[in-house]
């Protein structure tokens, strides 16, 4: 395992609440390509399939937009469930590829988990379906993530909408330490100036906690500071903070990685009961764990000094019970990674 994936997760405490702070102001979509450096293979291959590729997706007529327009804060504001799919995703750090054309649907209400050995591009690809990948100066892309058939890489969208609608939750629990256990939860409202009004900032935040699991645990003391949580406490309290902007999709990065077995069992069953309102994926190295909480699943390699791209996906039981890849099988039952 390397050690800059670890740094790199350091960086993103911020960028984990779904938007933006005053101090870290949004590219403006025309200034994406200038900042990612794409290299022209990327270039070329990314304008062909914008442009020319005769894709439904992308051709699709303009039809409403499938944004849910109701404010956030609203308690009673859920959006439906959506699909997420990548297409062709190749991914760069400076001229080193790391993923090559990694197509994968992710579709609605369904658990997907993403498995397979350190290094094979899981977390890149996990960032490139929130927009996050870009954040690295060296980073480059190609290919197109659609939310409902929406490329969420089109310049005409911004990118804050994508972190709305994709939410992450990171390996180490991030929350804001000295901040309540309340303004955690609300922190992505705050930081984007939505306004609530205390009832309905009161409503969110029980709603959220006991959506993640946590309320009952913490209902008599949300103003006591996020940093003394246990650290199951914890990244159930960064669920709960992602939920609060009514995420669509809700990624997770080796989320129980770092947590004892109950505190595990709890946010699996927090998934199973979330998968019902937001179609979550999920990076994990614990077989088990693929098996108890996703319906689908895909396995992830990189062959030594290649860039990593799917060698199987489909059902989890098929791909665990009756893989058609031998390396599926020789990874699935523990013989490598
Ligand atoms: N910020 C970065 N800068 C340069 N290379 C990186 C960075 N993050 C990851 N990588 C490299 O990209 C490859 C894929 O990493 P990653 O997506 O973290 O894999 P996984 O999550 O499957 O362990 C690895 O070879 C890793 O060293
Ligand atoms: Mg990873």
Not at 320 to 336: E, H, M
Request: charged share 20%.
């Amino acid at each position: 395992m390397n050690e800059n994936v670890h740094d790199d997760e350091l960086t993103q405490v911020l960028p984990a609440v779904p938007l933006f702070t005053a101090t870290t102001p949004p590219p403006r979509s025309g200034q994406r390509d200038r900042k990612l450096r794409l290299p022209a293979r990327s270039v070329s291959n990314r304008r062909g399939r914008l442009g020319a590729s005769g894709s439904p997706w992308a051709q699709r007529p303009a039809g409403p937009d499938l944004v849910i327009d109701a404010p956030s804060h609203q308690p009673s504001a859920r959006a439906p469930l959506a699909t997420l799919e990548g297409r062709n995703v190749s991914a760069w750090f400076g001229e080193r590829q790391v993923l090559d054309r990694v197509n994968l649907v992710m579709p609605a209400g369904v658990i997907t988990s993403l498995i397979g050995p350190s290094g094979c591009g899981k977390s890149t690809f996990l960032r490139i379906l929130n927009r996050m990948h870009e954040l690295v100066p060296s980073a480059s892309l190609a290919g197109q993530v659609l939310l409902e058939g929406e490329d969420i890489y089109d310049p005409e969208r911004k990118l804050v909408d994508a972190r709305k609608h994709i939410g992450m939750v990171f390996q180490k629990p991030n929350p804001f330490p000295a901040m309540s256990i309340y303004d955690n939860v609300i922190a992505g409202l705050t930081l984007t100036g939505k306004r609530a009004s205390n009832d309905e900032k009161d409503y969110l935040v029980e709603s959220c906690l006991t959506k993640a699991g946590l309320w009952k645990e913490v209902r008599d003391r949300l103003r006591a500071p996020g940093g003394g949580l246990s650290g199951g406490q914890q990244q159930r309290l960064c669920i709960a903070r992602s939920l609060a902007v009514t995420p669509r999709i809700l990624l997770m990065d080796e989320p129980c990685s770092a947590l004892d077995p109950t505190s595990t069992r709890v946010i699996e069953e927090t998934m199973l009961e979330l998968a019902r309102e937001v179609t979550i994926v999920i990076v994990t190295h614990n077989m088990q764990q693929a098996q108890r909480v996703s319906q689908n699943c895909a396995f992830f390699l990189a062959a030594q000094g290649a860039p990593g791209g799917i060698v199987e996906h489909g059902p989890t039981d098929a791909m665990f019970g009756n893989p058609i890849d031998l390396r599926t099988a020789d990874y699935v039952n523990g013989r490598f990674g």
